[in-house]
């Protein structure tokens, strides 16, 4: 399969491609297109695109604009990892949503699959209190100190100082922006950003150069609630962004958390609602936050059984195997062109692969094995 | 069956004048002699103790110094009421105790038995900060102006914030002190008693001139636990008396609610504990007490069938029915003693209770008629 035609311009083929391209189409939670790929693949999905039907109009301006070249060159570029689901690093919490992200941008020094594995989500109010920023700074320290993730969105208030609790003793922490990642939103934490991306993660499902928006916002919150075993909620206002990620982490069985705080402060009376009406543990330090969220995970013994059928391969390897389609095989041209490497890297790749007994020539190319059963 | 010698002093007939006596020979809780009255009827218990056994033993400094009939002149004197169970006024929630107080001794111009059918304590730590005395208060007015009744225990911090908030609003208020009635404690709040004696009532399971000591606190905890059908925790400490009075009307099926405040107060711990570990509902506001405590009595519609067979008697007719035995029929003269009243008195009461289907007069004298079926 080659780079095909849709209304005269030239996408690249694969899924990678395909969902990088959506990225670039269609906003978060795009309910029409989820369906599409969930039935065809999104490779399927976009080629088989009527550009007369209703989401073929609605996708025609952006799809003008599309270059996924461009894109996979800015990631190369600016050192972006993008991810799709299935590929190592994809944070398996995600698969849980009724609409998964399209990709994930995503920069920094950790590993965000097995980060997610073990991490909890601090989220709260922009406009904190005193009170309430003491609390997020010491529970993002407590959480990270026991080797915990702390997730959150940047934001000023709570998020930022949960991030900057988990940078203060060198823990691990990860930022999910609204906009993209290249795009860090509020202005006034750049130098947060800048320390997330040297030691934590800042990650976004939307390409760079997008803004952050209201809608975007609210599609944020999705992955931050599922994206970890548990949210905390350390101040929050009745019927706010927080009250309603906390509500998105406990209709997805993650554990929910909430801090108490005067009932005279209108930022604790989300937190107190979340412990009267949705049933979220009432805790006060981080030692109570492990103790709700261990039965779930993180107290447990590790998984052995999560390990995926790429893991251990080196970046060549893994790009390589991440353009392997699942069923119509594709040739070593083919692949060079969706991994983004010359045919030599290719064709050495997929001889180990092959005999790891990952891909599998057929007459007409290549394509992944059968998963092995684990 | 007329007083009788007990080791050479004379005790007075009747169960009223035997639970006096019981009130003043051991401590609250005393459970031989709980199980005795239960197996025996208080009079009996008395009046077949032997003196040689470990409790006559026991009860033998104050049997020397017993006399009912000083205290029924106190109580006529001081304008106190002694209440036993059984009696009109006596209030049902103490029917739940393991080990009911022998009787009560009661001031102020309220119906403790129609009070606490609609009450709800309000108890806390003495060293209370400004936010939980601020809501202690919001919480007294805000249930007395819902006609609920405040129950708590008169101490420094947040028992009298409680009360004053009801007294504020001119609502009903009851304290139990871990003393005698005459004995307030603590001297500063004689101002408090005083209100509370004028238009609320101070109730105690001790005679008058007992001084309030720590087992008498723990003992006066259990009533102010179970008076009332829930209590509300302000403020208290990890392990504070607060605590225990909290997890007593727990174990009582009372509904236990608890104010939530800043986890970096040691006076909050103890609520945010009865949070986590006892199914404390968190609450905020009077409006979410009544909530909590509603579905268990106070917005539900008043029963029909909680009235008494002596509802509606006037002061004489309840005397002589409160003296009439329920087994061994007593004369007038007896009666008169028991009662209080000439003779007279009595025989006019008899007739009018005999007509209401209340006594019953048999060969050897009346006795109370088997309570009609409601």
Known sequence: MRPRDVAGLVLPGGERAARIAWARLVEP?????????ARLGAEEALQSLDLASPLGRQVMPRLEQLDVARDLEIAR???LRLLVPGDNEWPAGLDDLDIPPWCLWVTGPLNLAKQAERSVSVVGARAATPYGTRQAQDLGAGLAERGVCVVSGAAYGI????HRGALGVEGPTIAFTAGGVDRPYPRGHDGLFALLRRHGLVVSELPPGHAPTRSRFIARNRLIATVSQGTVVVEAGLRSGSSSTARKAAQHQRVLCAVPGSVESAVSAGCHQLIRDENAVLVTDAHEVMEAVGPIGLLAPQKRGDQRPADGLDPVQGAVYDALPVRRPASVDELAVRAGLDARQVTSALGLLSLAGLSRQ????????RQPST
Do not use: L, P, Q, Y
């Open 77 to 79: 570029r600016t050192g």
């Open 29 to 37: 939670e795009h309910r029409a297109v989820a369906e599409r790929i």
């Open 362 to 369: 057929e007459s007409s190319g290549w394509r992944k094995a």
């Open 159 to 162: 998020d930022g100082a949960a």
